[in-house]
């Protein structure tokens, strides 16, 4: 919130069409303001993301050094856990929640509400030349609603017997069996992240098919837009069936229904006291039908933003905007009919397996498309490598190796070893870590001069680009040895147990080696880095500002998008004379113009016209 | 500062933005309704053969709720009619029909809800089942006045755990149990009522959503509805009463309103058109 009160300072003074004078509540807190809400989603995000970052850090230190005290923070966490943190070392249990809430933070909390709601929020309405979204109240409950369930979320950490433990997916009969209330409080939550995702939706699609301004027809639309169209399609209709399934589980848990609870259930020995009849895999596919579009909400957005740095910073047209824009909508379709890939080792089926291999494989065609537009794009460009075009080009490389990774989780027999395993931790997290997260540090870096009007620092924007690459990958690459090892995702030692060093396991064969074992210490060392590594950022954004280089014009990236000609921070209202558009979004170095790019809403030079 | 197209529609699109909004809305609401659905198939397919309840709800009362609210959707369309030809009296009558339907049909749901509250089924320890309706209850005895073929044995497969924890089932009990059906003459025409004492029973359970898989999904599909009809009753009662000011300032964006209304109240009727026969019929 600090940080909303400091960007709109500078701008309110200069407003001067702007007649009612709004108090500091509306203004800054209950905002209508697009500008705003995106802001007050990317601080809270950015917060959540942290402390996303922050459980899994603590747990790396259960992984790396096994049932020994946590430093720092351990004394803190026996105070407010209590007995699931005695002496300030990590229980199983704790373990679990931990794990479990690193991944709903992450994903719920942290990626989905900044890449969709915080980015989409703050750009999409100036890119497309609206004033405000078409619903700006709806709008602001949107976010309200997301914070709610931020707090519930939060607030499940110190209720007795802790938060929800039965990992991101929540799978029943687990989930619903564990006597604690965390369960409860995640499946409330997820009912108000939903609801939010739900408003959000519907006002990002109605303001992108409403509110364009004059001539900016679909094929001129920049392709952030476009992938934000895409990803308002998929909350809008894949967030609702998990709506339903949380409905239901919050049934099977507070009123003793068996949605999910199957007949003959035991429970710690005895005969669970339900009526059964119900399936755990209708759990697992209603999540599945959510989750596996997450995925492409969590990438979708980074893709938008990656294509809007790479063309500013090529000085030169995006190569093959319409297979980009075809590409997408294909994705976001075939989104909705691979889900059950998640689920090979569920004993569906070989004729359903058969069918997800199939749409799975093919759903890497657009994505590889994608990704293949943006690498020949570079070809012939003069590139700019500032900050946030190293962190684009990072992210196709890193994207990359992601998404190479998923390919023999795709096929089900691979995927019947390396399933569950530390392979898949590193797959999905170089698709979401090195990849959104890098684009949308570059996101930060290239809209920050026009929601502040001044630059950040460039050097040490590349001291955190650099050093978070290399801890990155330090993290995430030895994973895939560890998985391919046989190292299970969900061991809370670290998979001590089933080390070769164990005198257990003597002569054991499929044991993990000595060096498995080790590169556990590694990782953990480089998580602890990458946290470092993020230092230079934060301090980097909240220094400049106030005492960033200003930024000279209200288009210092020489950039051809319509957010670029709007004032510096954009007014209430955005525009002053509502934008005509003339072009496509990306005209750079065009013969014959003025200047090396030529912005949507500069009309047709006079000397070509004669 | 104005946002375009709140009220006229956009030439390209021929929609003004609520209109829009509601029909993304309401393909949510689709994807919703539709996740339920389909649990209510993979439930049904799942189930042991033979185990899925046939002729538990009312279908005369579920007939009549249906007509209810066809009735209301054809209100809320000549309500929106009546203000297009600006006759804001005729709107306010049809509204109120509207409402009135609303209310009327959330009476006859609740009346069914009610039903299956009071509706026991009681497994003694001496294996017999009593399945009727709640007279009365004390924390020492059930009266029940049981339904036509309500008591019979219960099958061992149907409740393994009702057996396991009475292998010794006291004498005293299952002597008391025989009693009293002796006393109430085995009701075959379950005209009369059957006292059951709290000692005798295995487990004693009404109809609501923990008795079994139809009745959750019963409760959640039917609940979730009502939700949507109170909500959807809530605000066109909303817009007749203290919303009314605005078609005297701008009589467009009100019968706009009434359109979007109108529009999500035809949806909650259609989901009702499929909830009857999927719940009631097949």
């Not at chain 1, 046989?486 to 499929?510: F, H, K, P, W």
């Not at chain 2, 649990?39 to 709720?65: D, E, F, K, Q």
């Not at chain 2, 959750?216 to 509805?225: K, M, N, Q, V």
Request: glycine share 8%.
């Amino acid at each position: 919130m600090e940080h909303s009160t400091h960007t709109h300072h500078a701008g309110a003074h200069d407003d001067h069409h702007h007649h009612e004078e709004l108090g500091f509540w509306q203004k800054y807190i209950f905002s209508t303001d697009h500008k705003v809400i995106g802001i007050q989603y990317g601080i809270t995000s950015l917060l959540f993301l942290l402390f996303g970052f922050s459980l899994m850090m603590v747990m790396r230190w259960q992984l790396a050094y096994p049932g020994s005290p946590i430093p720092l923070v351990g004394g803190l966490l026996e105070k407010i856990m209590g007995p699931l943190a005695s002496g300030g070392v990590m229980s199983s249990d704790l373990y679990n929640m931990f794990g479990a809430m690193h991944g709903t933070i992450m994903v719920f909390l942290g990626i989905v509400p900044l890449a969709f709601a915080a980015f989409g929020n703050y750009v999409v309405p100036l890119q497309i030349g609206a004033p405000d979204m078409a619903f700006p109240r709806i709008n602001m409950a949107s976010y309200w609603v997301y914070f709610l369930g931020g707090v519930v979320m939060l607030v499940s950490f110190i209720i007795p017997g802790g938060p929800a433990q039965a990992g991101w997916t929540s799978y029943s009969p687990l989930a619903s069996i564990i006597p604690t209330n965390g369960q409860l409080y995640w499946v409330i939550g997820m009912v108000f992240l939903i609801t939010s995702s739900l408003l959000g939706a519907v006002n990002f699609l109605a303001t992108i098919i409403q509110l364009r301004a004059p001539g900016m027809t679909w094929m001129r639309l920049p392709f952030f837009v476009w992938a934000q169209f895409v990803t308002g399609f998929l909350l809008l209709l894949a967030f609702p069936p998990l709506e339903a399934a949380a409905l239901m589980q919050f049934m099977d848990k507070g009123l003793g229904t068996s949605f999910f609870l199957p007949t003959g259930l035991m429970v710690s020995g005895k005969m669970a006291a339900i009526s059964g009849g119900g399936s755990p895999l209708l759990w697992q596919h209603l999540f599945w039908f959510l989750a596996h579009p997450e995925v492409y909400v969590l990438v979708l957005p980074a893709m938008g933003i990656v294509a809007e740095v790479i063309t500013n910073n090529i000085r030169k047209p995006l190569w093959g905007y319409k297979a980009l824009v075809y590409s997408v909508l294909t994705l976001g379709f075939l989104s909705f009919i691979v889900w059950a890939h998640h689920m090979y080792l569920t004993g569906m089926g070989t004729a359903i397996s058969t069918f997800f291999q199939t749409t799975t494989i093919i759903i890497s065609i657009p994505s590889v498309i994608i990704l293949t537009v943006l690498f020949i794009s570079l070809w012939g460009g003069s590139i700019r490598f500032n900050t946030q075009m190293l962190f684009c080009l990072a992210f196709l490389v890193m994207f990359g190796i992601g998404g190479l990774t998923g390919l023999p989780l795709g096929f089900s027999y691979a995927d019947l070893f390396l399933h569950d395993t530390y392979y898949v931790i590193a797959h999905f997290h170089y698709l979401v870590a090195p990849g959104t997260i890098f684009a949308l540090y570059a996101g930060i870096y290239y809209w920050f001069p026009k929601m502040t009007g001044r630059m950040m620092s460039d050097f040490w924007g590349k001291v955190h680009f650099w050093t978070s690459l290399i801890f990155m990958n330090l993290i995430f690459q030895p994973m895939f040895a560890q998985g391919m090892a046989g190292m299970l995702r969900r061991m809370y030692d670290g998979a001590v147990n089933y080390s070769a060093a164990t005198a257990a396991n003597a002569g054991v064969n499929g044991v993990l080696s000595e060096a498995i074992i080790y590169s556990n210490r590694t990782i953990s060392m480089a998580a602890w880095m990458l946290a470092l590594a993020q230092i230079p950022f934060i301090i980097n954004v909240f220094w400049s500002i106030k005492n960033g280089r200003k930024a000279g014009s209200d288009n210092p990236w020489d950039s051809t998008t319509l957010e670029w000609q709007a004032p510096t921070p954009p007014p209430h209202g955005n525009f002053a004379v509502v934008p005509v558009v003339y072009r496509g979004p990306y005209e750079y170095s065009v013969p014959g113009h003025p200047r090396d790019f030529s912005p949507q809403n500069m009309p047709e030079p006079v000397s070509r016209k004669a | 500062m104005d946002i375009p197209y709140t009220t006229t529609p956009r030439e390209d699109t021929g929609l003004y933005n609520a209109k829009v909004g509601i029909w993304l809305f309401l393909a949510s609401e689709v994807m919703l309704f539709g996740a339920l659905f389909s649990s209510y198939i993979l439930l049904r397919v799942g189930a042991a053969p033979g185990t899925w309840p046939h002729g538990l709800l009312n279908v005369p009362l579920g007939t009549i709720n249906t007509l209810v609210l066809i009735c209301s959707s054809v209100t809320v369309v000549l309500g929106w009619a009546s203000l297009k030809m600006n006759r804001f009296d005729r709107y306010r009558i049809y509204q109120t029909i509207t409402v009135l339907c609303a209310l009327l049909f959330l009476c006859i749901k609740s009346f069914e809800y009610r039903d299956k509250f009071n509706h026991y089924e009681i497994i003694k320890k001496d294996g017999t089942v009593v399945d009727g309706h709640l007279i009365e209850k004390t924390k020492d005895y059930y009266i029940i006045h049981p339904l036509p073929k309500a008591t019979k044995k219960s099958m061992e497969s149907e409740h393994p755990a009702a057996h396991s924890g009475a292998a010794a089932a006291n004498e005293h009990a299952t002597a008391t149990a025989a009693g009293e059906h002796e006393a109430t003459g085995e009701h075959a025409g379950g005209a009369e009522h059957v006292k059951i004492m709290v000692s005798d029973i295995e487990r004693a359970q009404n109809y609501g959503p923990w008795h079994n898989t139809y009745l959750a999904i019963y409760f959640t599909l039917t609940g979730l509805h009502a939700l949507h009809v109170l909500g959807g009753a809530l605000v066109i009662l909303y817009i007749l009463v203290p919303g009314a000011k605005m078609w005297k300032t701008d009589p467009e964006r009100y019968t706009n309103r009434i359109e979007i209304s109108g529009l999500f109240w035809h949806f909650v009727d259609l989901v009702w058109i499929f909830l009857f026969p999927v719940l009631y019929l097949l």
